[in-house]
């Protein structure tokens, strides 16, 4: 495709519900990454995937968050229970290789947690 | 740790005018910097890294390793310009993953 695809671009759920977000990234990028924006902040890192693997989860806020990347190319992001605090913008990226190549992201989805 | 921090949450030029955009770092090794910029309902995207030493849509940024900083610049604003703008920094540890500051929004008025 053009470029990363995310859906949805918009997601609300009731407190205590169970989400997933889709991730496509561009064909051929191996690095996948999940960013979490909060309004008035910058993107802060979450989870990336070397492939299929998870290189890095070190910045999933809890055990509620879960990324897959089955085939080491779609990836989906899982909530459990979520929570009011988790109303944020979920960016996914992709890259080349990950290392020294430059990341291109997603349009985003928006999760409201009511 | 790696830090990154935009002093100004919003900037406001008229058009023509300079406008400087700035951005300090924290971090002990040799760091890579970045300015991404994000226009109304268009996605994050890579304006220009310092390694590539390039100016892109009249844009520069210099690094200075003595100030910590990478302060974004242009001598002559256009309306266009008019964006929200992310510094970022990538270390030589981990040089997979991306630090962003908070973000400036950069508003340039007719």
């Known amino acids: ?114 | 740790a790696q830090r990154v921090t935009q002093p100004e949450k919003l900037l406001s030029v008229f058009k023509g005018a300079p406008v400087e955009l700035k951005c300090n770092y924290s971090y002990s090794g040799s760091p890579e910097l970045f300015w991404y910029v994000q226009y109304s309902r268009q996605r994050l995207q890579l304006l220009l890294r310092h390694i590539s030493r390039e100016s892109i849509k009249g844009f520069t940024a210099d690094l200075n390793k003595g100030e910590t900083s990478f302060h974004l610049k242009k001598p002559f604003a256009q309306e266009e310009d008019s964006a929200m703008y992310y510094c970022a920094l990538r270390g030589g540890g981990s040089n997979y993953k991306l630090t962003f500051g908070k973000g400036t929004l950069l508003t340039v008025n007719p």
């Open chain 1, 1 to 114: 495709g053009a470029g990363v695809s995310q859906t949805p671009s918009n997601k609300v759920t009731e407190k205590g519900k169970y989400v997933e977000l889709r991730c496509d990234p561009i064909s051929g990028h191996t690095a996948l990454y999940w960013y979490r924006q909060s309004l008035g902040q910058g993107p802060e890192f979450l989870i990336y995937f070397q492939g299929t693997g998870a290189a890095d989860d070190s910045g999933l806020p809890n055990d509620r968050f879960f990324a897959v990347r089955p085939e080491g190319s779609v990836s989906t992001l899982k909530i459990q229970r979520t929570e009011r605090g988790d109303s944020a913008v979920y960016l996914c990226a992709s890259s080349l290789t990950g290392v020294d190549s430059p990341l291109h992201f997603g349009n985003g989805t928006r999760l409201t947690v009511t």
